[in-house]
């Protein structure tokens, strides 16, 4: 299955700090967008070329590993539309027990983020060009087109809307004066009839909305969906006899389902990209850590970690987990330095 095999793509959080554009420069512009947003995102894990244990992050992660980016025997199998399903996705909880329902064609891989809610549609796609030339391929999507199909789409909703509001205006009108004529004739108030005009109000109804879905369609194929958006305080009071149960889907949460393991360290055990969270409990205040998950680029726009798409309840479920980690402080190393 094509999704199992999908399963270890995944494009990883990092960034490594002066690479150089590949050999013979970038062919266009959409393609050096690309290589620059996989150096941002994904070289730590996957590696500058896109080979096995040549990310720094690679021997870290919990299995599974990223796959090889760079076997054009595999990765020339999966289409362009898979490899953008892969990077661009809700993330699914693999839990055995309390997880979700997961399909044959669900990708389900903890240890890859989404970056869904991070980056542009545009943006993604940038990415899968550019992982198009680690195995030696050529992105055949064509992204002009899909943004010509878009702008078109809006423009046609716009005329539709403003079509349909002139209708409605138009028949409102008539039923105000028609009740004014009555009003006159009968020498008393007499109520508009609205459901003369009930139609042209409701088909006005349906054209905003579709004018909306296209404007929003527009919008993430070009706008980053988590900038400038706040993250309001949450209220992280909890019953006691609700705690404990909500720590555990919490921890449940971290490691199947948002794959935060593949980033940080707790015990020992977990990537090296983002700080250990051993003694997050200690350092870290709960409702800054609540704000941080549900979307990071709002409190630092230049980090590194993806928003995840967490809802509210899982933000407080995996918050309250890393308030209990409270690790021992390590050992200052003693004695004299081997010469």
């Known amino acids: 299955m094509k999704a199992a095999r999908l399963g270890i793509i995944g494009l990883t959080v990092g960034v490594v700090g002066g690479l150089a554009l590949v050999a013979g420069g970038c062919a266009n512009e959409q393609e ?5 947003l996989y150096v941002h995102y994904c070289s730590d894990c996957h590696g500058e070329s896109g080979k096995q244990n040549e990310g720094f992050n690679w021997a870290s992660m919990p299995d599974p590993k990223p796959k090889d980016l760079s076997n054009k025997t595999e990765m020339s199998t999966f289409k362009d539309e898979e ?4 990077i661009s996705r809700d993330m699914l909880d693999t839990s055995e027990e309390g997880g979700d329902e997961i399909g044959d064609d669900d990708f389900a891989v903890p240890t890859m983020p989404t970056f869904k809610y991070t980056l542009s549609e545009d943006e993604v796609w940038a990415i899968v060009g550019y992982v198009r030339t680690l195995h030696g391929t050529k992105m055949e999507f064509n992204v002009a ?7 078109e ?11 349909a509001t002139k209708a409605y205006e138009a028949a ?24 003369a005009y009930a139609d042209e109000q409701a088909a006005m109804g349906q054209a905003k909305r579709e004018l909306d879905a296209a404007q929003v369609a527009m919008n993430n194929f ?8 706040s993250v309001p305080r949450p209220d992280l009071k909890t019953p006691p006899a609700q705690v404990a149960q909500l720590v555990e889907r919490g921890k449940r949460l971290y490691e199947n389902k948002y794959g935060c393991n593949a980033c940080h360290n707790v015990g020992g ?7 250990a969270l051993d003694r997050a409990g200690f350092r870290l205040n709960a409702t800054w850590v609540y704000r941080w998950l549900k979307n990071p680029q709002a409190m ?7 928003a995840l798409g967490l809802s509210d309840a899982d933000a407080k479920a995996v918050t309250l987990y890393v308030d209990t980690l409270r690790g021992a402080k390590a050992e200052p190393v003693t004695g004299k330095p081997s010469e």
């Open 269 to 275: 055990e977990g990537g090296k990209i983002g700080p």
């Open 32 to 36: 050096k967008r690309g290589h620059e």
């Open 300 to 306: 630092d726009g230049h980090t590194r970690m993806p």
């Open 222 to 229: 070009s706008t980053r969906p988590g900038k400038g958006v």
């Open 153 to 163: 789409t809006l423009k046609t909703a716009q005329a539709k809307f403003e079509q």
């Open 83 to 86: 490899l953008f399903a892969t």
């Open 145 to 151: 087109g899909r943004k010509a199909s878009l702008e």
């Open 172 to 195: 409102e009108k008539q039923a105000s004066e028609e009740a004014e004529k009555k009003s006159e004739a009968l020498k008393k108030d007499v109520d508009v009839d609205e459901s």
